[in-house]
C-alpha cells in the first residue's frame, strides 16, 4: 500500500520561513508528477506548484511565484517546498500529492494525497 506522510508545517510570523516535506513509501514503481496544494475553509483545494518526474519543469501559482521552490528527491522518494517570505494570505491546509505506480500489485500511476499539514502565518 503506497502512502504519502507530510512533515514541516507550523505557526510562524510573517516574512518567516518553512520547509514542508512529503515522503512516499510502500511497493512504488514509478512516481511522476508530484505536486502541493493548499485548502482553507470554504475555498476549492488550489494547485501551488509541481514538478515534473525528473524535475526539470516546475509550475507554481503566481501568488507564490518567486517565494516558494518545489523540488524533489527521486532517491528518498520526496518532495519539498521551501516557503520564503510567508505572509498571512499563505495560511492553510498544505497536501502532497504525487501520480504513482504500484509493484505490488502491479497498477498503473494513481494519484495519491497525503493527510495534510496545517501553515499557519500571524504575527
Known amino acids: 500500500q503506497v502512502q504519502l506522510v507530510e512533515s514541516g508545517g507550523g505557526l510562524v510570523q510573517p516574512g518567516e520561513s518553512l520547509r514542508l516535506s512529503c515522503a512516499a513509501s510502500?511497493?512504488?514503481?514509478?512516481?511522476?508528477?508530484m505536486g502541493w496544494y493548499r485548502q482553507v475553509p470554504g475555498k476549492q483545494r488550489e494547485l501551488v506548484a509541481s514538478?515534473?518526474?525528473?524535475?526539470?519543469?516546475?509550475y507554481y501559482v503566481d501568488s507564490v511565484k518567486g517565494r516558494f521552490t518545489i523540488s524533489r528527491d527521486n532517491a528518498k522518494n520526496t518532495v519539498y517546498l521551501q516557503m520564503n517570505s510567508l505572509k498571512p494570505e499563505d495560511t492553510a491546509v498544505y497536501y502532497c500529492n504525487a501520480f504513482i505506480s504500484q509493484l505490488s500489485p502491479p497498477s498503473p500511476s494513481y494519484p495519491y494525497w497525503g493527510q495534510g499539514t496545517q501553515v499557519t502565518v500571524s504575527s
Open positions: 514538478i515534473t518526474g525528473c524535475g526539470t519543469t516546475n
Open positions: 510502500g511497493s512504488i514503481g514509478t512516481i511522476g508528477l
